[in-house]
């Protein structure tokens, strides 16, 4: 019997295939699946016009065999099958798929088939030292085999096939010291990678399963009767077929989402919430992503992976497709299904591909909506998601140079010290008077701290609130937005503790100029005995009992350079650029007066170095160095 070659490019096809396009031996079986799937379907389609075809959806089913002892694994379908030709030309020529060809011929109709590159049949070579394919085609009376080992060609011969359709019965490659096939001839192995990919797969798949059982207790049985087992076969269906995310919402209980979830992403918390979202159009798709209702413990780590499930129609191709997910929405779990992508894309491809990132853009949009529900309808919830992934969404706002921050910005919340509760920048603006210039914003590592510092104080006391943030990230989030506000009308950030916070009246700060120009020797005096560590040195209009405070100048805060420097190699990060001010009211101010005026330069400059490191103390910032910091007040009080 004659060999006959695979087609030449095919040759080469088939080694790139077997050796490098799939990096997952076990997929083998979900082309397999996937293939009957598309037979079966093709022969129902069929039915729907050809009242020859027996319509019997029912039962339509695959079917998988193990052969420990023979090695062999046997997938057999009852779908269309094929003819002699079709074996030729499908399974002859690799990239040549007969599906894509019937989906062009039945174009108007919406068939949702898997296949359409004609290479996954070809992936059974990476476990196989042989595959053999018996099918005989609906409407014929012989059936053919058409059989191969591989690169050097297949034989087709007549074969005795009294059913229609296809069996593939592959003969499983002995384990090498560098790969282990047998595992492949597990029955636990074999089920659970149906179960991984092909689970919804919208045919049965079944298979002859040994199971035990007790035996019934016999009538006569006496008190030390010991049950006996007897191990017996049952057909099991292994796929649970209907995808639960093709169910419309109505379909599907709040209880079935949940259990979905948690046996699917591995957690034991019921979802914050569930989105359900199916598109036509550009990009067809059907998604059920889930909100966690916590943080999973590795999520603020560099281990936590992003991303979905992708299945196309109904089988996975990815369990984690990154790219479909910002990474300010990486939290999110969940599965998309689409009948646009094909099986064998890979990892590269999909990246490359259109339809792929119009799905990423319309799930994005999507999840926004329903966090702005959540946060309008159910803001108890929201807040508690607000606490468990807030900070990845400040991280958006921040990141890639703002280019998120203007869609992320309404999802933020902060807290109110004046309202004492979280509170959106929205919010936040609405009860704001003419008369306020800013939003103010205090930000350090404790709320009750914040609320005392005397900036803040200041500004909550002519009747403004003060937003403390916390979070490290808050204050790099917020510069990154500048300002919010309608259109026009926006108000910028002011940190309470930055230079101009537009609280003087034009005579207040007439006087506080006329005052300062009085005093400039002192402050001259004062600023050259803290060179290198402040800019400036000034009078303030924003202390009422404290002696003094330190504000920055320019666009870093003093907070800022506390998080720039607590990172890793922050050596050389920038500085802020502090200004001590001071208290005129204060009696201290009279004391360093007059060693001004007396000219005791030394004393003053001691002083002024405590007052120095007293305001950075307030601030929550590092002295330089605390022992001569202690000395000089021990000094004081001897
Ligand atoms: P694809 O599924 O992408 O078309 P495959 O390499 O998996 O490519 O299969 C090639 C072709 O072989 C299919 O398009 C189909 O026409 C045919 N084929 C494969 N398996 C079967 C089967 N079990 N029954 C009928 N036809 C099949
Ligand atoms: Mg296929």
Known sequence: MAVKQFKAESKKLLDLMVNSIYSNKEIFLRELISNASDAIDKLYFKSLTDHSVPSRKEDYKIHLTLDKDNRTITLTDNGIGMTREELEKNLGTIARSGSFDFKAENKAEDIDIIGQFGVGFYSAFMVASRVTVISRAFGSDTAWKWESKGAEGYTITEADKPEVGTQVILVVKESTPEENYDRFLDEYTLVGIVKKYSDYVRYPIQMYREKTRQKEKPADA????????????????????????KRSKGEVTDEEYNQFYKDKFYDFTDPARVIVSRTEGAATYNALLFIPGRAPYDYY????????????????IMEKCADLLPDHFSFVKGVVDSQDLSLNISREMLQQDGRLKLIRSSLEKKIKNELNAMKTGEREKYEAFFKNFGRQLKYGCYADYGMHADQLKDLLLFYSAREKKMVTLAEYVEKMGADQKFIYYAAGDSADRLAKLPAAELVLDKGFDVLLLTEDVDEFCLQMLRRYGEKDAEKEFRNVSSGDLGLETEEEKKAAEEKTEANKALFDAMKEALAGKVEAVRLSTRLKSHPVCLSSEGPLSLEMEKVL?????????????????INADHPIFATLQSLQEKGETEKLGRYAGILYDQALLIEGLPIEDPVAYAQAVCELMQ
């Open 222 to 245: 006496g008190e030390d009767y010991t049950p006996e087992y007897e191990t017996y076969t049952e057909l099991e269906t292994l796929n649970s077929m209907v995808p639960l995310w």
């Open 301 to 316: 780590t560099r281990d936590y992976e992003k991303g979905l499930q992708l299945y196309a129609s109904g089988v996975l």
């Open 565 to 581: 420097s607590a990172m890793p190699g922050a050596e050389g990060a920038p500085k802020s650029q502090k200004v001590l001010e």
